[in-house]
């Protein structure tokens, strides 16, 4: 059995051969049916994994990627990353005619089951992974089960992990700078509660421009929100509710920048005259704001772009590609959400009401 195992399978009839069942019994066991014994569904897998078996549509392999996440795809609080990000990705199959499935890892993956049984269960010849902290540890794991797999806006140390991210560390130094050129002294940083790689570049770049500038951080002006809307405003009103309140803040997530800017406007505190605003863009959310704020840029689609590019590229050609590690730039975008800081800083009532001229 151990030898007929690593002969190619390529259809349930010839996995319900060798192991003596029925074809019905087989299509249950890889489609992960309630009504199938556990023992009768693992030994299914594990010949289906080790006979390298893929599930076909029809008469026809299925040319269909998968796009992965941890848990619930495309939240509310993943801001416009994820719609550019999906834009590039289904112009980049289309090259080799692929389509695209989203798949929820923590939905529907029995732990019992590989990875590679697990996708090749879903139909799918290879994954686009988004990680999302708490599981940060999810490509490297697909990477070690052996499956076709890269990983987007992310990166790892580990050699047989295949990415491509952006580097926002050194972007985002020179926004805090310009903020210093500027004369701020008191400059503060929004940065997200899940500190994945992308917002410790993006703090890490916060503390560099400081530290060149001879400033030592100060822990109260550095909070962690939530990327959304809500999390900008509560920033706001936490950092203008200081005694010593910043001049500036550096946002480093969109739906933050949003948030924050909306705050002020309903707040009467006037950008740039009153407080500067620097925040990050996926896309061109920073041209819909008023005013139209100076930001990180980074480039979502085009990452997207290039993930799926390979991933189908690398598929056709039978995974004898090169490993892809792509490092993509940010740039800074300068509009008009920064200048000169005020004479006096403005700070809020406890109310929080109004604005008060700080002593």
């Not at 992965?68 to 990705?89: C, H, K, Q, W």
């Not at 289309?94 to 697990?118: A, H, K, L, M, W």
Request: aromatic share 6%; with cysteine; glycine share 8%.
């Amino acid at each position: 059995m151990a030898s007929q195992g690593r002969q190619g399978v390529t259809s349930a009839r010839q996995l319900a051969d060798r192991l003596g069942l029925s074809v019905a019994t087989v299509s249950r066991a890889l489609n992960n049916h309630p009504d199938i014994a556990e023992e009768t569904r693992v030994r299914v897998l594990k010949m289906a994994d080790s006979a390298g078996y893929i599930p076909r549509v029809g008469r026809r392999p299925t040319n269909v990627i998968g796009l992965v996440y941890p848990t619930d795809p495309v939240r509310a609080d993943y801001g416009n990353f994820e719609s550019a990000m999906l834009a590039g990705i289904l112009e980049g199959v289309n090259e080799q005619r692929f389509d695209v499935t989203f798949i929820n890892i923590g939905r529907d993956r029995n732990p019992s089951d590989s990875y590679t049984q697990f996708f090749r269960a879903k139909g799918v010849r290879g994954v686009i992974v988004r990680t999302v902290q708490p599981h940060a540890r999810l490509a490297e794991e697909i990477a070690d089960d052996g499956f076709p797999c890269v990983v987007i806006a992310d990166r790892s140390d580990q050699p047989n992990v295949n990415y491509v991210c952006s580097d926002s560390r050194a972007d985002s130094m020179r926004a805090v700078q310009h903020l210093v050129h500027l004369g701020h002294r008191r400059i503060a940083l929004g940065v997200h509660s899940v500190l994945d790689r992308d917002h410790r570049d993006r703090r890490d770049g916060y503390l560099d421009a400081l530290r060149e500038a001879g400033m030592t951080p100060d822990p109260t002006l550095m909070l962690q929100a939530r990327a959304s809307m809500e999390g900008g405003a509560t920033c706001i009103n936490r950092l203008l509710s200081l005694p010593d309140p910043p001049t500036a803040v550096y946002f480093t997530d969109p739906l933050t920048t949003v948030g924050a800017l909306h705050r002020c406007l309903v707040l009467g505190v006037h950008v740039p005259k009153d407080l500067s605003v620097v925040g990050f863009d996926d896309g061109d959310v920073r041209y819909k704001t008023f005013p139209q704020y100076t930001a990180v840029c980074q480039d979502a689609a085009q990452m997207g772009l290039e993930a799926a590019r390979w991933l189908t590229r690398s598929l056709a050609a039978g995974g004898v590609l090169p490993a892809f590690r792509v490092h993509r730039p940010t740039s800074l975008s300068m509009n008009d959400s920064t200048g000169a800081p005020p004479a006096r800083p403005v700070r809020l009532s406890h109310s929080g009401g109004r604005v008060l001229a700080s002593n």
